[in-house]
């Protein structure tokens, strides 16, 4: 006995089957994409913190780091002789020449 197929298609029908499968698959696919993309996206946000945090604590250390040494030192030289005169007044040039670097408009 064979079958004919019509509009109205029976739900035994093969060819049928199989293309609903093709159907659900293409859909889980595109849902699956989707989540993966939004997964992405989390992760590369937490990735963006996590770098820039590092980046800002790198940063402290090794300014504080140096400033402390810095400051360490100083306090270890005698105040009265050349060397720390020489330091004082070559500290207070560069301030007024950032001063005045950046109170000159930039073109």
Same mark, same amino acid.
């Given at each position: 006995m /064979?079958?004919? /197929?019509t509009a109205g298609q029976t739900e035994g029908d093969p060819l049928r089957s199989i293309s609903d499968a093709m159907r659900e698959a293409i859909n889980n696919a595109s849902e699956d994409a989707t989540r993966a993309g939004e997964k992405?996206?989390?992760a590369g /946000?937490?990735?963006g913190q996590t770098v820039s945090r590092f980046t800002?604590? #790198?940063s402290y250390m090794? #300014?504080?780091g140096v400033v402390y040494a810095t400051v360490f030192v100083a306090r270890a030289i005698p105040q009265e002789n050349p060397i720390v005169e020489g330091l004082?007044?070559?500290g207070r040039a560069a301030i007024e020449a950032l001063n005045? /670097?950046?109170?000159k408009p930039t073109s």
């Open positions: /064979a079958t004919t /197929a992405v996206r989390e /946000a937490g990735v800002y604590t #790198s090794l #300014s504080y004082i007044d070559g005045e /670097a950046k109170s």
